[in-house]
């Protein structure tokens, strides 16, 4: 089953840039890792400071190898150097997904499906 995480990470707005420009190679290099399909931090123009959080992992089993291993333990000691003000992260199990857009090309928020 697809996990995905999504959340936020706010940082002091002076620190958030240069957070993210030394993190770069390492989610660069998250995405290699087996059941990485997707892995991105990006800053919202909107609210200074804040960077979003987004992953999709092919399974629990792909998140866990991750978090125990040493991408993610240096992406937790290389964002210790900047100052985090709060975080708010979640993790979402996937059991249907589909496009947005029909076979139509008309978006739909519903599901539409089986």
């Known amino acids: 089953m697809r996990v995905i995480i999504n959340g936020t990470v706010d940082f002091s ?15 660069k290099d ?7 399909n997707h892995y991105v931090w990006s800053l919202d ?6 960077v979003y959080v987004y992953e999709n992992w ?8 991750h978090l125990k291993g ?4 240096n992406m937790l000691g290389l964002l210790g150097k900047y100052e985090m003000l709060g975080t ?13 857009y029909d076979p139509e ?6 599901f539409f499906t089986g």
Not at 70 to 73: K, R
Not at 88 to 100: A, G, M, Q, S, T
Not at 105 to 110: A, D, I, K, N, S
Request: proline letters at 8%; one cysteine or more.
């Open 70 to 73: 040493a991408f993610y333990a």
């Open 30 to 36: 998250t995405r290699d890792q087996k059941g990485c």
């Open 105 to 110: 090309g008309v978006p739909r928020g519903e």
């Open 13 to 27: 707005p002076e620190n958030a840039a240069a957070a993210l420009a030394e993190s770069a190679q390492l989610m």
């Open 58 to 65: 092919d399974s629990s089993e792909d998140l866990n190898a």
């Open 45 to 50: 123009p909107a609210v200074p400071g804040r």
């Open 88 to 100: 708010d992260i979640l993790k979402y199990r996937i059991d249907h997904e589909e496009p947005v």
